[in-house]
T-cell receptor, first 109, second 111 residues
Framework: LAKTTQPISMDSYEGQEVNITCSHN???????ITWYQQFPSQGPRFIIQ???TKVTNEVASLFIPADRKSSTLSLPRVSLSDTAVYYC??????????FGTGTQLKVEL | NAGVTQTPKFRVLKTGQSMTLLCAQD?????MYWYRQDPGMGLRLIHY???????AKGEVPDGYNVSRLKKQNFLLGLESAAPSQTSVYFC??????????FGPGTRLTVT
C-alpha cells in the first residue's frame, strides 16, 4: 500500500481558498487518490476521488500532477463549517483503504 | 434510506466481558468494513467483507471476530474485552472500496 504524507494541521479564515497537499511517492499504476472529511464524533465522509489531472465536484477540486506522486485538495471559499480533519488515501483497486492521521483544518472568522 | 446504522451507540464493559456490535446498511452494498479510531488517530481497519458469507482480516484483527451472514448486516464481536479495546468503532459500507459510507460510530469503554 502506498504511504501518504500530509500536514498535521492548517489554519485558514472564512472566505479563503484552502489547498491541502498530500505526498504519495510510492503510488502504484492502479492506485486511485481519495479524500475524506471527518467532523468530530462522526464517521468520515467521502469528498472526492481521482486518478490523474483535475477532478471537480460541488464540494472540492482535486489536482494530480502527471507523475502522480502528490495531490492537492482545494476547498474554495471555506467557512467555519469546513473545520474538520481531512484524510488523503490511495487505493489500488483492492478492498481496503488505509487512513493516516489526516490534516486538521481550522477555519476562523 | 437510513444508510448505515450501528447498534449500540455507547457501551461500557468490564474486562473479560463479551459483546457484539451490529452494523446494518440498506444500500445493497457488497463491501462492509469495521474500523476503530483512538483519540487523535486515524481509522484502523479491523475486519472487512467483500460479500455475504465472506470476511477478511484488516490491520488490527486480534481480539475481534466478525460475521456476515446476511448481505445487509456485519457483526463485530469482542469475546473477552480488554481496556486496550476502548475506542470508537465505525462501520462502513460501499459498492466500491474507495467510496465508503460510514455509520455514526459506537463509543466503547472497557474498564
Amino acid at each position: 500500500l502506498a504511504k501518504t504524507t500530509q500536514p498535521i494541521s492548517m489554519d485558514s479564515y472564512e472566505g479563503q481558498e484552502v489547498n491541502i497537499t498530500c505526498s504519495h511517492n510510492n503510488i502504484a499504476t492502479n492506485d486511485y487518490i481519495t479524500w475524506y472529511q471527518q467532523f468530530p464524533s462522526q464517521g468520515p465522509r467521502f469528498i472526492i476521488q481521482g486518478y490523474k489531472t483535475k477532478v471537480t465536484n460541488e464540494v472540492a477540486s482535486l489536482f494530480i500532477p502527471a507523475d502522480r506522486k502528490s495531490s492537492t485538495l482545494s476547498l474554495p471559499r471555506v467557512s467555519l463549517s469546513d473545520t474538520a480533519v481531512y484524510y488523503c488515501l490511495v487505493e489500488g483497486g483492492g478492498n481496503k483503504l488505509t487512513f493516516g492521521t489526516g490534516t486538521q483544518l481550522k477555519v476562523e472568522l | 434510506n437510513a444508510g448505515v446504522t450501528q447498534t449500540p451507540k455507547f457501551r461500557v464493559l468490564k474486562t473479560g466481558q463479551s459483546m457484539t456490535l451490529l452494523c446494518a446498511q440498506d444500500m445493497n452494498h457488497e463491501y462492509m468494513y469495521w474500523y476503530r479510531q483512538d483519540p487523535g488517530m486515524g481509522l484502523r481497519l479491523i475486519h472487512y467483507s467483500v460479500g455475504e458469507g465472506t470476511t477478511a482480516k484488516g490491520e488490527v484483527p486480534d481480539g475481534y471476530n466478525v460475521s456476515r451472514l446476511k448481505k445487509q448486516n456485519f457483526l463485530l464481536g469482542l469475546e473477552s474485552a480488554a481496556p486496550s479495546q476502548t475506542s470508537v468503532y465505525f462501520c462502513a459500507s460501499g459498492r466500491l472500496s474507495y467510496e465508503q459510507y460510514f455509520g455514526p460510530g459506537t463509543r466503547l469503554t472497557v474498564t
